[in-house]
């Protein structure tokens, strides 16, 4: 390190450098609100589903005809952990599962192989299969959940309205998708007496036939004329009900309309389609994810410009209200780490100025805006956002990327105060610190190497952490053998006492200490190896838990009833549940999910998948206090009112989800 000083040549290039610092404050300042913001980072789902269905099926002919002949194929798939099957009369769902191993930019393709593999066999299933069909499309986050509850207005007219609103949202930059929550599909019911018809001799598939041959869409061919060509079409498509019951059909013989021996009336799907309800009443809710590389902040206050503006022009009765706020999150994230950064500042002031005084500490706080300046951009480049992984790891690097400045200061104080010149007194610091402070620095790297080149989930999730702290520690070197000196160089002074001044009350204090120890040196090993052993005592004591708990309100109810369990029971189950929250003063709101799983409002969720017999519940609590009372609460009441289901009550947890 003795061939280069970069102290020296920084201190013969001080306009350059004061442009650099200059520079790299601005950039850092607007790379800073440029970053996107998320609340988790971004890893890959390595789980494919895989649906068929084969109506009037039994359970055993579903399960060897379909299941099996599915899984066998499957089983070829490159990378494959395990699959996972389940069966019930006419219905398959199988999920393949990747090994963690498997790299990301693998996944696709295996997915796409899935696809064909479960192509070339198509042919061999049973005549009547419907699909197999696939989803893979996991990562999708709906950090901004609206919910519409209507008062005097059908669910078509609310829909009519909501459809609307979706459209408009559409438009809002960063906005990727919007998926529809809660609404139910219109049908036309043609209802007759079976046995009314049998006694007229009309046979109820040809009556079947008749009404699809009336409604079918046919070509009718084209008009050509000299100068341009008119497509014909045929009418008497059905437009209304009316025009249903005006149909007429040869039945023996006889001219029979449809009015006379059926009843014709527009509903929704029976039994009902997943369903969704806000703080106990039906609802229609709008999920709205955002692109990748957005933030989460902008399209939060964007998507609420925009609400507003349309909530403005709903009609009175119908009301919107917000059941998941990402951007809330994130913000408040945001603020902590804002709050602890200049906390760290205080603090290492405050510490600098008490062990080396006011300007040497002044010198080391100020590396920590330079430091963290050239961080940001470098994170931006590398497409790093701010998200609880990366804030997390500026946190701990904040600890970790002052150490080489306050090196760096201490030698030049030490060196001042024996008569060296400022200059002479920072090349030395350069000659003797530089190669060991990049040692130390790569060997603190290093304890993050595993993290940084797991290659699982749980490894993608937390690869921030290596990314970031890698690059704070490296950045701080720089700027401890670049910057420093020249801070150093303007802010120390030359101490008036001499070098060979008595110790102050601190150092006396542990130059006492540190001669006694080596004075008593069997006995201060002895005592650290006491140390050692009672902490590998006490390790198994601790709690085993690789991601702490979330510390967001909200509070995840499952509902789990018999497998033959109807949509219906779901419906009564759930209502069950709100009467409980209903009323409850830990309750902020909650939001209920009936036949499906809440969908993915919050990264590391586990999905549920759609089933008649399944109900969830996203309870919001006042704070974090109140979602451990509310916890113990409605564990207790649902063991109690609910003796029959499957309950499962639990907060929100960090990570990948493990099922």
């Given at each position: 390190m003795n061939s280069l000083n970069l102290s020296d040549w920084a201190l013969k290039h001080r306009s350059f450098i004061v442009f650099i610092m200059a520079a790299v404050t601005l950039a850092g300042i607007a790379s800073f609100f440029s970053l996107g913001r998320a609340e988790d980072p971004p890893f890959t789902f390595r789980t494919m589903i895989v649906q068929a269905g084969w109506?009037?099926?039994?359970?055993?002919?579903?399960?060897?005809?379909?299941?099996?002949?599915l899984e066998r194929k499957l089983q070829e798939t490159r990378g494959l952990d395990f699959l996972r099957s389940y069966t019930i009369p006419g219905q398959t769902t199988i999920f393949v599962n990747l090994k963690g191993s498997t790299r990301p930019s693998e996944v696709p393709d295996i997915w796409y192989q899935v696809r064909k593999n479960i192509g070339d066999i198509r042919g061999t299933l049973p005549a009547g299969v419907v699909g197999p069909g696939f989803n893979d499309d996991f990562g999708d986050t709906f950090g901004l959940i609206y919910g519409f509850t209507a008062d005097g207005f059908s669910q078509r007219e609310l829909r009519d309205y909501v459809e609307n609103i979706r459209s408009?949202?559409?438009q809002v930059p960063d906005v990727s998708k919007i998926e529809l929550l809660g609404a139910q599909d219109e049908q036309i019911y043609v209802e007759f007496s079976t046995q009314e018809i049998a006694g007229l001799g009309i046979?109820?598939?040809?009556?079947?036939?008749?009404?699809?041959?009336?409604?079918?869409?046919?070509?009718?061919?084209a008009l050509e004329t000299g100068q341009e060509k008119i497509s014909l079409r045929v009418s008497g498509a059905f437009r209304s009900e009316a025009d249903l019951l005006d149909v007429n059909f040869l039945s023996n013989g006889r001219l029979v309309r449809l009015r006379d021996i059926a009843t014709v009336r527009r509903g929704y799907s029976d039994p009902p389609q997943p369903m969704f309800r806000v703080n106990g009443k039906p609802a229609i809710g709008l999920a709205i994810a955002m692109r990748d590389g957005g933030d989460i902040l902008a399209l939060g206050r964007n998507v609420k410009r925009a609400i507003d503006e349309q909530v403005a022009n709903l009609p009175l009765g119908i009301d919107a209200a917000l059941v998941s706020d990402q951007p809330v999150v994130v913000r408040t994230a945001i603020s902590e780490f804002t709050e602890s950064l200049w906390q760290a500042i205080a603090i290492i002031m405050a510490v600098s100025i008490v062990s080396l005084g006011f300007r040497p500490g002044a010198v080391v706080a100020l590396s920590i805006p330079l430091t963290m300046a050239i961080v940001f951009p470098i994170m931006e480049l590398l497409g790093i956002d701010l998200q609880r992984i990366s804030l997390g790891a500026l946190i701990i690097a904040l600890g970790l990327l002052v150490d080489d400045a306050m090196t760096t200061v201490d030698v030049m104080t030490s060196r001042l105060a024996a008569g060296d010149s400022k200059d002479h007194a920072a090349s030395y610091a350069y000659k003797t610190l530089a190669l060991p402070m990049l040692t130390g620095t790569f060997v603190t790297i290093a304890g993050f190497v595993p993290i940084g080149f797991a290659r699982s989930a749980a490894g993608e999730y937390t690869f921030s952490i290596f990314a970031v702290v890698t690059i704070a520690l490296i950045v701080s070197w720089f700027v401890a053998v670049l910057f420093a000196p020249l801070l150093g160089v303007w802010l120390l002074k030359k101490p008036s006492k001499p070098a060979d001044a008595p110790p102050n009350f601190v150092m006396r204090t542990f130059k006492s200490i540190l001669v006694g120890a080596m004075r008593l040196r069997w006995i201060t090993i002895a005592a650290a190896l006491a140390c050692f052993v009672v902490a590998l005592l006490a390790l198994p004591y601790v709690p085993r838990q690789f991601f702490p708990a979330s510390d967001r309100p909200e509070l995840v109810v499952d509902l789990t009833l018999p497998q033959n369990a109807s949509i219906f029971a779901s419906e009564d189950a759930s209502a069950k549940l709100d009467a409980m929250l209903k009323n409850d003063p830990d309750v902020a709101s909650w939001s209920t999910y009936v036949g499906r799983g809440a969908i993915r409002f919050y990264l590391p969720l586990d999905v549920k998948l759609a089933n008649d017999f399944f109900s969830q519940a996203v309870v919001i609590a006042k704070d974090v206090p109140a979602r451990e009372r509310l916890q113990a609460k409605l564990e207790k009441a649902l063991a109690e009112q609910m003796p029959s289901a499957v309950t499962r009550v639990s907060p929100l947890e960090l990570g990948p989800p493990v099922g």
């Open positions: 109506p009037g099926a039994s359970m055993d002919d579903t399960l060897q005809q379909v299941t099996e002949r408009r949202l559409l046979d109820r598939g040809a009556l079947i036939a008749a009404l699809r041959a009336q409604n079918a869409v046919s070509p009718a061919g």
